[in-house]
């Protein structure tokens, strides 16, 4: 049987080793993965709804997003759903961007590769110029997608970019890294 000091010892043990998991699980989940639910088809045929993401918040912390990354958007951004976008980043800050012809064009060039197979419906949007610190998004489903063409979501600002995509963890069929 334990004395009273061993009990002791063995309990602040345990105490810090479960204040340490859970400040490591904060830190981890603020600053570098955390996961996302594709809850529409808008992302279709890349991404299906009810797949999970494992999404790299530390691609931002370091770098810039680049043109076709899949990026989760915060939900502050989105004022009808309050749920996180999934969405491609198309354009970036500065460019000009025009839909013509069922087309995306960037500074006057079609966009090689659309990352769609579908034709890009303007849906009202016209000719832009994306202001510095935002960025286009669109689903690659881009008939059946409510994105930067619309008002209502508009031009994402960086700081509501949570992070990049990069690994599809549902189904377990379809586990890998996204392109």
Do not use: C
């Not at 996302?36 to 918040?57: C, D, K, N, W």
């Not at 996180?84 to 980043?89: D, G, Y």
């Not at 025009?98 to 849906?123: A, C, H, W």
Request: proline letters at 4%; glycine letters at 6%; a negative charge.
């Amino acid at each position: 049987m334990k004395s009273d000091e061993e009990m002791k010892k063995e309990i602040y043990s345990w105490i810090k080793t479960i204040i340490f998991a859970i400040v490591l699980a904060v830190i981890f989940r603020t600053y570098i993965f955390r996961t996302a639910y594709a809850m529409s088809v808008s992302m279709e045929p890349t991404l299906h709804e009810g797949q999970i993401l494992i999404v790299s918040r530390i691609n931002y912390l370091v770098g810039k997003p680049e043109r076709g990354d899949i990026v989760v958007i915060d939900s502050e951004q989105d004022k009808l759903e309050h749920l996180n976008l999934i969405k491609r980043v198309v354009g970036l800050p500065g460019e000009t961007v025009e839909i013509k012809n069922n087309r995306v064009y960037i500074d006057g060039k079609m966009l090689e590769p659309d990352f769609t197979q579908s034709p890009t419906p303007d849906f009202g949007f016209e000719k832009t110029t994306i202001p510095e610190g935002k960025y286009m998004v669109m689903g690659d489903n881009r008939e059946n997608s409510r994105d930067s063409r619309f008002k209502s979501v508009g031009f994402i600002e960086e700081e509501y970019l949570i992070g990049k995509a990069v690994f599809r963890l549902w189904p377990l069929n379809e586990i890998g890294k996204l392109k």
